[in-house]
């Protein structure tokens, strides 16, 4: 009866882009079972529910982040099969709908795009930027703003030594094997990344920081940018390069590290802590025009027939995590979608089919 339903239906695949504060998280992934821990996808997939599908939504991430770790822009698919006879949600209803029903303040969705039923969130990704942020001249815990704790790494140092960490850098960019900053329990088969972008800048005064504290206070930007990351990458990274700027390390030792390929070296064992860490965006090619492009965009049900999806007076939900995150650039996402890099199409775990497709 159930799969008479399913056939006479028709499925639509999103693109949704989404944004969270993850310290009460374990993770973006959903945590199953009886644990207590509990992981971003759970609240989004539990708003999925009120979208009535004949067949459950699943979402499927683009970029796995770890307990702690913040997202700016975090993305994922998910397809959305209504009743025989109704037509798809249009991406802002949907964006709509699953705000409304969200349970959780730390958790947004931003926008949400249509997608041919091939598209893959994870596969078609072209460029992941993560940044991480840093605090000199801070004590202790108790010495930084509470609106700043759990949102980036406090030093004690009152300064770092900034053109050391951006030589030391400068080694890193390029294609490499990166194995001696990959984190035990990695899925990859393959350690080789292009690190395209390897940064670090100053950042301007914090607007929660108090004015007599902001004199000894300095905050500070490290952001890396590649098609795809190993497992704990960009914190192994962070961590060796603030050991530099600490003069632990000489940028030298950097490069020596990086062609060890060694990830239990003693200096590769440093992780800095997640807290510090944001997923800042996830970009595709072409996204737009593949939207246009599909065939049943036309049919979608309009914002007007909201029905059941009508939000709530209260608008605390995002609000709250808006004003969290006011000094960050804006969380649009970028838009650039759809053709895939040979990292994915070589990539073991994607489907034989998207890999075929994308072989050059």
Known sequence: MGSGRAADSVRA???VYFQYLGTDFNGVAAVRGTQRAVGVLNYLEEAAERLNSVLPVKFIISSRTD????????A?????????????????????ALNTHLRHPAIRVLQAFRVPSDFHARYAATSRTY?????????????????????????RADCLDVAAMQEAAQHLLGTHDFRAFQ???????????????????PDPASPFVLPQESRRLQFWTLEFESQSFLY?????????????????????????ILESRDPLGRHQTRVAPAHGLFLKSVLYRD????AARN?????????ALLGDFRPETSSAKAGGLESCLQRFQSCRPQVLCGVHGTEAANDPQRPANLRAATAH
């Open 76 to 96: 994922a698919h998910l397809d959305v099969q209504r009743r025989s006879g109704q037509p798809p949600f249009s991406p802002e209803v949907l964006t709509q």
């Open 67 to 74: 307990a702690g770790v913040h997202a700016l822009s975090n």
């Open 232 to 256: 704990r990458q960009v914190r192994r990274m962070t961590a060796i390069l603030v050991a530099v700027g600490l003069g632990a390390l000489t940028p030298t030792q950097v490069k020596v």
């Open 183 to 201: 984190s035990a329990g990695s899925p990859s088969t393959s350690s080789v990344r292009t690190l395209r972008r390897a940064s670090v800048s």
């Open 287 to 290: 996204l737009e025009d593949l």
């Open 13 to 15: 695949r999103y693109l």
């Open 131 to 155: 940044l991480y942020r840093l605090a000199t001249g801070c004590p202790g815990p108790s010495q930084l703003s509470v609106f700043e704790r759990n949102r980036c790494w406090a030093l």
């Open 295 to 303: 065939p049943a965009s036309a049919q979608q049900e309009s914002p």
